[in-house]
């Protein structure tokens, strides 16, 4: 139990161009998502929380236009980076905290998504 | 502000015990989680602990909190060459909006 998918695994843009990722929880309901970049050799840095049928939460620093978040339903997280550059280039993890006594203490992480931004 | 901090990297001997240890700083920290990393993939749970315990231990894992020293462990028992990670340490927010403080990571190495 407790899969969390993210598509694509790895996805090549042009400078300019918008970029969708997508995080589902496969087997359970996550009521909060969790939006994550990576630098290679460091450590998570938290981008938003996303919420089911709320606005996101941004963490300081993180442009709110630029990463679009949507929580539609209680299995489907995007996160959409717009007008890409390749400062943008990164690993992006998702995360899903579920419902329940466990589960909602809980983070389970996607298997990431490489972004290159040519 | 909360912070979580980790030694960055560890060396064993396949077949050796491997230690990965953790200091956080807000005493109110719920829960404490170690999560896996292996290369270019997503973070995989190993296990948690409630901050009221003082040991927990699955299989070949074994985590110890020391909730005065803020000190947290984890103890690999038999360390395979496939443990070879990035393992990190993570606090829960305490205000409990569901955010984790992550320790910048430990990379174990495991040598044949």
């Known amino acids: 139990g407790a899969v969390v998918s993210q598509h694509p695994s790895w996805v090549i843009c042009k400078s300019g161009t918008s970029v969708k990722i997508e995080c589902r929880s496969l087997?359970?309901?996550?009521?909060?998502m969790f939006w994550y970049r990576q630098f290679p050799k460091q450590s998570l840095m938290l981008m938003a929380t996303?919420?089911?049928?709320?606005?996101?939460?941004?963490e300081q620093g993180v442009e709110k236009d630029k990463f679009l978040i949507n929580h539609a339903s209680l299995t489907l997280s995007t996160l959409t980076v717009t007008s890409a550059h390749p400062e943008d280039s990164s690993f992006y993890i998702c995360?899903?905290?579920?419902?329940?006594?466990?589960?909602?203490?809980?983070?389970?992480f996607g298997p990431g998504t490489r972004l290159l931004v040519l | 502000g909360e912070d979580v901090e980790q030694s960055l990297f560890l060396s064993v001997r396949e077949g050796d015990s491997s230690v990965i240890n953790c200091t956080y700083t807000d005493s109110s920290s719920t829960y404490l989680y170690w999560y896996k990393q292996e290369p270019g993939a997503g973070l995989q749970l190993l296990t948690y602990?409630?901050?009221?315990?003082d040991m927990k231990q699955d299989q070949r894992l074994t985590v110890l909190l020391n909730k005065k020293d803020k000190h947290l462990s984890l103890r690999i028992a038999d360390t395979q060459t496939g443990d070879s990670a990035i393992y990190f340490c993570?606090?829960?927010?305490?205000?409990?909006?569901?955010?984790?403080?992550f320790g910048q990571g430990t990379t174990l190495q495991v040598k044949p």
């Open positions: 996303s919420n089911e049928g709320s606005k996101a939460t941004y």
């Open positions: 995360s899903a905290r579920g419902t329940g006594v466990v589960f909602r203490e809980t983070q389970y």
């Open positions: 087997d359970f309901q996550a009521t909060t």
């Open positions: 602990i409630f901050s009221n315990m």
């Open positions: 993570a606090e829960s927010n305490p205000g409990n909006t569901g955010k984790l403080i």
